[in-house]
């Protein structure tokens, strides 16, 4: 089993689609994935069409027990499951701030559903406090999704810092372009500039494009939407890197860079 988290600590930069089209990649390709969407804006939980269940609720999350998977629920697709967000998850770092095992927590969940699961997707919040140091510490592999600019590059320059300061796992982090758009110069830029520098970078690129946006619309992955469509395309290929790393991993014990 791994976990492969979608992460930035900026927000709108192609988390949620990245995580949604993966799962639903790795689905189709009949691997029996678990999406947990830990952003208490739910985005991934719509685009499924899943609403938390009475009683769901951020405290399950750290009581040390199986608790929150009861609250698991199937997609209308098959080997997909969602455990959906609650808003309650807006207090998970406050939350966190007050139990023992503050930055493991996450990672026990996940030990009760390793059995059931081959590959864990999870839906970050944009967020470098207690949640996402459970995500550091549980993630194979952190996904940055990172917009060819000035900015993300420095986000995720700015996370990668944090990752060496704190002993966390650098290779962990692996970057790739998302929402690229050839028109723009600082984006082929800075496509120039990173391909040349950072060796972690992946060489899948997902596009700018309507059918993506479109998913808030018709409440489904791209894939499912448009399933020719190049971005549909990009999002296959993503996940092959991905396959190809965890593989990679678990054959020679060191990160696969
Ligand atoms: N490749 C893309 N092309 C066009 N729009 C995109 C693409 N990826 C994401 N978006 C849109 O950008 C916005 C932010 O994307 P989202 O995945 O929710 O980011 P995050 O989860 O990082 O906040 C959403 O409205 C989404 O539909
Ligand atoms: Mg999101």
Redesign the pocket.
């Known amino acids: 089993m791994s976990v492969v988290a979608?992460y930035?600590s900026?927000?709108?930069?192609?988390?949620?689609?990245?995580?949604?089209n993966l799962s639903f990649a790795a689905a189709e390709r009949g691997i029996r994935t678990l999406l947990l969407d830990l952003?208490q804006q739910g985005?991934a939980s719509f685009y499924f069409r899943v609403r938390p269940a009475k009683g769901h609720r951020a405290r399950w999350f750290m009581d040390g027990t199986p608790r929150a998977l009861r609250f698991v629920c199937e997609t209308d697709y098959a080997d997909l499951h969602i455990l959906p967000a609650h808003i309650s998850y807006r207090k998970l770092d406050t939350m966190l701030g007050s139990v023992r095992r503050a930055k493991r927590r996450l990672g026990d969940l996940i030990e009760y559903a390793a059995k059931d699961y081959e590959l864990i997707f999870l839906?970050c919040p944009?967020n470098l406090g207690l949640v996402a140091e459970n995500i550091f510490r549980v993630a194979d592999t952190l996904l940055v999704?990172l917009i060819p600019t000035t900015l993300s590059k420095r986000t995720f320059y700015q996370v990668d810092e944090f990752f060496e300061r704190s002993g966390y796992d650098r290779a962990k982090l692996r970057p790739f372009f998302?929402?690229?758009d050839v028109r723009k110069r600082m984006h082929r830029d800075t496509r120039t500039e990173l391909r040349a520098s950072e060796p972690r970078l992946l060489a899948t690129e997902?596009?700018?494009?309507?059918?993506?946006?479109?998913?808030?619309t018709f409440r489904e992955p791209v894939l499912r939407g448009f399933p020719g469509h190049r971005?549909s395309q990009a999002f296959r290929d993503l996940l092959r890197e991905v396959i190809a790393i965890q593989e990679s991993k678990r054959a020679t014990g060191v990160p696969h860079c």
Request: proline share 9%; net charge negative.
């Open positions: 979608c930035s900026k927000g709108g930069v192609g988390k949620t689609a990245a995580a949604v952003d985005a839906d944009p999704p998302s929402m690229v997902i596009p700018l494009c309507a059918q993506v946006e479109a998913m808030g971005s």
